[in-house]
């Protein structure tokens, strides 16, 4: 049984040679392209997005890749919701994000691709290469879906070409499966333009720990598809590179997030799989040992967090890696570091709620529960990476505040940076990035363990084996000497020096850059990984004239100084976000009862400004062409 398309275009072309041995082709040279790979889970459809974005990056291009994963570990084959795979921006320029709708698609069954059009992920007029062993199928249900579906999709516009990615890699593997990924690999190679030879320079790479033999079999099945192409399609893009004279890296949000572990000098990690935080951990326990390193899989997340908050204890600041419901059971450990001031480095990789919610989808639904989310005053830094560069710096920027101001330190990613690829330059290793050496010498006759400084709220660090240091540590109420204590005045004067923290860091930082001029009609405000989307609108719109600018802000706790002054020099603000805020012109919904998005009941909360608010939960990378008419729409309001 197929679920019908809607109608999303009405154009229908040939794109196959009408002889395998025509030589006729049409190159078409384009600034950029988004191409899809789907099938169902185990297939290797995200592994071949994977190496297509890696060797269009090696060639020079612009990429950004996006991971296209089911909610389900693992869901029925052949389902609608069940698409698994890559999503790949190449462009000839930096690409900051994974752009609007899909331009060409490979699919490795209809049902799949139906999913990707239900949510309205394809352009209209979109290539299709679609598997098509389903049309004689010895199942005739299976058969008569792909029909039925094969039909709508061209009835509707998109152009479709049916690819016998199975027949063909049945000459060449016995398990035709296995090998459809490099196939499609090649065949896509071929259709971009890429270099033959840097296609199998990937898969040596990709494959390197596997035998010879498994990676001369996937260059065959990576050559026989690039054949195929040649053999067959009459058409071909170009889409020119601008190579960079800097070496660069490709990596994604969490394999930048354990390269800057490393890079920060912190030697342990603890952790409980989570997804879409795993990755980071995976690839720590790797690689950490070989630095010095010990990734710590605990028993479960307030384990985990406990044990960080032990080794930091000791000496050494310390990172644990989750997502939201597994920060949610940190919560009261966290609260148990701020009491003692003890530096630790949280990273909350965010996904779908509440609840297990979307566990693989994309949602900025944690900010208020980084800041506010602990019983009782918990000041906690809270920083926000906006690119995958920016999760590489982000930890050792959080190293270095967790260890000079005794605190813990939030950093946000999400599920759109975890996943997803882009080319960023190597970052050349600088001493300064690690803390010194912690120095036990004695600590001085009459020094006590939390004696605040009166206009900072910061105290020397005592850690055990310090002659002189010992002292007793709780998460009780306290005084200076870390004696448990319910005096009125020493509680208050406990929680005043901790929210001083805050205050002390606030003058360190610098304002916020406005991207655009420094006044006109509208400010954008955003904060994690909507940067890109939202700064190719505004760049669009300003192309056209508008007087629209953003600022893009990467500390939320405590806040950078100078925006308030920024946001007066605009006659209207608003903020972009991937959280839950009611639509104003919901019928039951006016200014009384309204709930705003979460930077922006922040702001209008800090600077008094009536900030207006976007944001849409939809699971998926918000676009630039839907920020770009949503603030066409304010504009013009």
Request: hydrophobic share 40%.
């Amino acid at each position: 049984m197929t679920t019908p398309c809607s109608d999303y275009g009405r154009t229908e072309m040939n794109l196959l040679k009408t002889s395998p041995n025509a030589d006729r082709k049409s190159i078409t040279t384009l600034t950029e392209h988004i191409v899809e790979i789907i099938s169902d889970s185990g297939e290797g459809a995200q592994r071949c997005g994977q190496s297509l974005g890696s060797i269009a990056a090696r060639m020079g291009n612009g990429i950004w890749t996006t991971e296209i994963i089911p909610a389900e570990i693992r869901p029925p084959a052949r389902s609608v919701a069940g698409a698994s795979g890559n999503r790949i921006r190449i462009g000839s320029g930096y690409i900051t994000n994974g752009g609007d709708e899909t331009d060409l698609v490979v699919a490795f069954n209809e049902q799949v691709l139906l999913g990707r059009v239900r949510a309205r992920e394809l352009k209209p007029g979109c290539i299709i290469f679609l598997e098509n062993m389903w049309r004689k199928h010895t199942d005739l249900n299976i058969s008569m879906a792909y029909i039925e579906a094969h039909d709508r999709l061209v009835a509707a516009g998109y152009k479709v070409i049916e690819f016998p990615m199975e027949q063909e890699c049945k000459l060449l593997n016995a398990d035709p499966k296995r090998g459809k990924n490099m196939f499609a690999l090649g065949m896509l190679c071929y259709l971009y333009s890429f270099d033959l030879q840097m296609a199998r320079d990937q898969i040596a790479l990709t494959f390197g720990k596997k035998e010879q033999a498994v990676i001369d079999a996937n260059v065959k099945l990576l050559e026989a598809g690039h054949q195929w192409g040649e053999a067959h399609l009459d058409f071909c893009f170009s889409v020119p590179a601008t190579p960079t004279s800097q070496s660069q890296i490709v990596v994604n949000g969490n394999t930048a997030l354990a390269l800057g572990v490393m890079a920060s000098g912190m030697d342990l990690c603890s952790m409980y799989p989570i997804t879409p935080a795993t990755s980071a951990s995976h690839y720590l326990s790797d690689v950490f040992e070989k630095v010095g390193g010990i990734v710590h899989q605990a028993e479960d997340e307030i384990a985990a967090c406990a044990f960080a908050i032990g080794a930091s204890y000791a000496s050494k600041c310390t990172v644990t890696i989750t997502s939201g419901p597994g920060y949610s059971l940190k919560q009261e450990a966290i609260g148990l570091a701020v009491m003692a001031e003890i530096p630790l480095v949280v990273v909350n990789v965010q996904r779908g709620g509440p609840s297990t919610g979307q566990p693989t989808k994309v949602e900025q639904g944690d900010l208020m529960c980084a800041i506010f989310g602990s019983h009782g005053d918990a000041p906690k830094v809270v920083m926000a990476a906006a690119t995958i560069e920016d999760c590489f710096y982000a930890v050792i920027t959080a190293r270095k505040i967790a260890e000079a101001f005794n605190m813990v330190v939030v950093i946000l990613t999400d599920a759109s940076l975890s996943s997803s690829q882009q080319p960023f330059t190597r970052p050349r290793f600088n001493a300064s990035w690690l803390a010194p050496p912690f120095d036990q010498s004695p600590i001085p006759e009459g020094a006590r363990a939390y004696n605040w400084d009166a206009s900072t709220g910061l105290a020397r660090r005592f850690v055990p084996g310090q002659p002189g240091g010992m002292h007793t540590v709780t998460g009780l109420a306290h005084d200076r000497d870390s004696h448990v204590a319910y005096d009125p005045d020493i509680n208050q004067e406990g929680l005043r020096a901790r929210s001083l923290k805050l205050a002390a860091l606030q003058k360190t930082l610098t304002p916020p850059e406005v991207f655009g001029e420094a006044s006109g009609d509208l400010l954008v405000v955003g904060w994690g990984s909507t940067k890109g989307a939202i700064e190719e609108a505004v760049a669009s719109l300003r192309s056209e004239g508008r007087k629209v600018s953003s600022i893009h802000l990467r500390f939320l706790q405590p806040m950078q100084p100078g925006i308030k002054e920024i946001m007066q020099r605009f006659g209207k603000v608003m903020t972009i976000e991937t959280n839950w805020s009611d639509k104003p012109d919901e019928e039951i919904i006016d200014e009384s009862n309204r709930r705003y998005s979460s930077l922006a009941v922040l702001l209008r909360s800090r600077c008094l400004i009536d900030v207006d608010c976007w944001s849409e939960v939809r699971g998926q990378p918000v676009k630039p062409s839907t920020i770009r008419r949503v603030l066409l729409a304010k504009l013009d309001a």
